[in-house]
């Protein structure tokens, strides 16, 4: 899968949490979750819930910890997707 | 069994704790009753000459009974028992039908959606003594206990 590809995925999924809408204008690798967009904890759950769902992969605790901004989700995306 | 074990862990205590009894409460459920005192504080105000329980109060009973006991029930499971939680509402989207007055029990029945990165989401009714249906909804929380790093697991 192309990088644009999941990175368009990821701000489809991450829109509805988003507090702070001027981050989804500029949405990008630096983009960071809590700080840029202003999802909550608990939202940030359902991210990464939906992102399981939506590449049909499981993220663990470690990634989960390690995912603060966009970057980080694609990154832990695209392994996660070459080790299937 | 009996549940002391998760009723003495509920961070809540009077005015504000609508747990009586757990029924049952297991891996994926947890049932529980109230009985919600004639002299209860907010009958005073709600509403002037006209005491019903304020849909706010039938939702923090359905989280108190149906996630966080749950919860303390998920989070014992994995931890050791001493240790205390750590304890946030994060949604709660309920539809009510029938109104509950003053002295009347309630039955909450919750079924848990998932517990992962510490996020408690259950599907939770609410009963009265004959069955029907008071509310529902679903209402996640964010629980974990104090001294452990990360509970969340899969389901």
Do not use: W
């Amino acid at each position: 899968m192309k990088e644009k590809e999941i990175l368009d995925s990821l701000k489809k999924i991450v829109s509805p949490y988003v507090q702070r809408k001027e981050g989804l204008e500029n949405f990008n690798e630096e983009t960071d979750f809590i700080k840029d967009l202003e999802v909550n904890s608990a939202n940030l759950v359902d991210v990464i819930l939906d992102v399981e769902d939506e590449f049909d992969i499981e993220i663990d605790n470690d990634s989960m910890n390690g995912m603060m901004t966009v970057g980080d989700a694609k990154n832990i995306i695209e392994r996660k997707l070459a080790s299937a | 069994m009996n549940y002391n074990n998760i009723l003495q862990k509920l961070p809540y205590t009077k005015p504000f704790l609508f747990v009586d009894e757990l029924l049952k409460v297991d891996e994926k459920s947890a049932e529980g009753l109230y009985t919600f005192p004639v002299d209860s504080f907010f009958y005073k105000g709600h509403f002037k000459n006209n005491p019903v329980t304020p849909g706010v109060i039938l939702t923090e009973c359905m989280a108190q009974i149906g996630v966080v006991s749950l919860g303390i029930f998920l989070l014992e499971d994995q931890v050791n028992e001493s240790q205390e939680i750590e304890l946030a509402m994060s949604s709660s989207e309920v539809d009510f039908y029938l109104p509950v007055f003053p002295g009347e029990t309630v039955k909450v029945v919750s079924e848990k959606l998932f517990f992962r990165f510490n996020k408690l989401k259950c599907e939770v009714r609410m009963y009265d003594k004959t069955e029907k249906l008071i509310c529902r909804g679903k209402i996640a929380g964010m629980i974990k206990s104090k001294l452990a790093g990360d509970n969340s697991r899969k389901n």
